[in-house]
């Protein structure tokens, strides 16, 4: 199946794609995009095999295309990098009318796309996401930048895709532990805006026999397992696509995709990123939702369920062991969604729903915090 979406934005409207095998489409999709430049194509280096091989299929279809890799990890996101890429393609010409095109996950997608933003004022940008945290959440919405040693994605722009083309077929060689990240915001997704998401999730998982000790696995020799999860991964894109939509620039709505970050912010720093992001969103979705319970907004029951399904996909929600409460208090005030002083919590109100109060009381988050089940950190 291919699900196709578009994102509204102030300036124009632009396609998102989801489907196992649409980077083959790619060529058809830039022709009717008019983009016609050359593209620069710009990939992580462990899809160094699958740029050849885009690149490969574009010049047969007519297309100038210049290739480069980027080293894998947070790290490129630098301003050498950067720097690196405007070298690259000032010193072979780029034109107005070219395209960047970003192959990777959020790294890439951020870095290529900050590029694309900035030289020459500004060109077009494709993003064709190959990690599921790129296809339902980095790739859609038009945030790229990059950090500055002082602070994460602290050097951005705005810049939106002309297209987003999510092939999951990618995700057959993604590490297992970056794609059970990728499902904490697919989760996530599901619990602030579509329940049927969420039980679609559920019904999976049973079907499958998913469990914390079995959890949700890719499998690229199964065809109907790799249809049935992409289906989903659509409805979690249409999902963010519907939020950016509202709220291109972040003004509003844009913060109910904060569920579970305020406190997998705090966690994933004082840990120094020994925990993927989506892990510690895993662990911060579960405190928030227990925050929420104890301000009476839902049921113990909702923690329940989102437990299970957290574990079914792999996930933890267990604090982990060591870590200072008082230090996490202390970040989350810190944290860059503060506004007038007041943290703004993103909260369950039912499976679907959330609502963002800025006046959830520092004792009953260090209640949750206390009250968390710990485990000791021990990354693969
Ligand atoms: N712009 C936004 O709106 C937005 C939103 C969320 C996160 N982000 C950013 O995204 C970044 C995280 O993104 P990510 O989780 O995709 O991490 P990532 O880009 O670092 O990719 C994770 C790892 O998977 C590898 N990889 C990628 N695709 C692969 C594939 N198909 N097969 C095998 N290996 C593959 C990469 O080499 C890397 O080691 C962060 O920098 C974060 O700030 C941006």
Known sequence: ?????????????????????????????????????TLWLIADEQLTTVAAQTAAS????????EVTTVPSGEHSKSFAELTRLYDWMIGNGIERRDAVLALGG????????????????????????????????AAVGGKTGINHPLGKNLIGAFHQPRLVLADTNLLSTLPPRELRAGWAEVIKHSVIRNADLFVALEELAAARGWHADNPAGWDAT?????????????????????????????????????YGHTIGHAIEQLLDYR???????????????????????????????QRRLLAAYGLSVAMPADLDHAAILALITRDKKV??????????????????????????VAAVLSQATIHAVTPE
């Not at 933003?117 to 060109?123: C, E, F, K, W, Y």
């Not at 919590?345 to 009953?364: K, N, Y």
Request: charged fraction near 20%.
């Open 58 to 65: 574009l010049r047969a279809s007519g297309y100038r295309v």
């Open 1 to 37: 199946m291919t699900a196709t979406f578009t994102v509204t934005t102030s300036a124009a409207s632009y396609p998102v794609v989801v489907g196992a095998g649409t980077l083959n489409t790619l060529a058809k999709r830039l022709n009717e995009l008019g983009l016609y430049g």
């Open 106 to 137: 959020g790294v890439i997608g951020d870095l290529a796309g900050f590029a694309a933003a900035t030289i020459l004022r500004g060109v077009a940008l494709v993003q064709l996401p190959s990690t599921l945290l790129a296809m339902v959440d």
């Open 275 to 305: 925990l993927l992001h989506g892990e510690c969103v895993a662990i911060g979705m579960d405190a928030a939702a227990r925050i929420a319970v104890a301000l009476g907004l839902c049921s113990p029951e909702l923690v329940e369920r």
């Open 339 to 364: 506004q007038a002083g007041k943290v703004r919590w993103v909260l369950p109100t039912a499976i679907g729903q959330v609502v963002v109060r800025a006046d959830v009381p520092a004792e009953i």
């Open 222 to 258: 199964d065809h109907e397992l790799t249809a049935q999860l992409t289906a989903i991964i659509a409805r979690a894109v249409a999902v963010k696509v519907e939020v950016v939509s509202i709220d291109e620039f972040e003004r509003g709505e844009r913060i109910t995709l904060n």
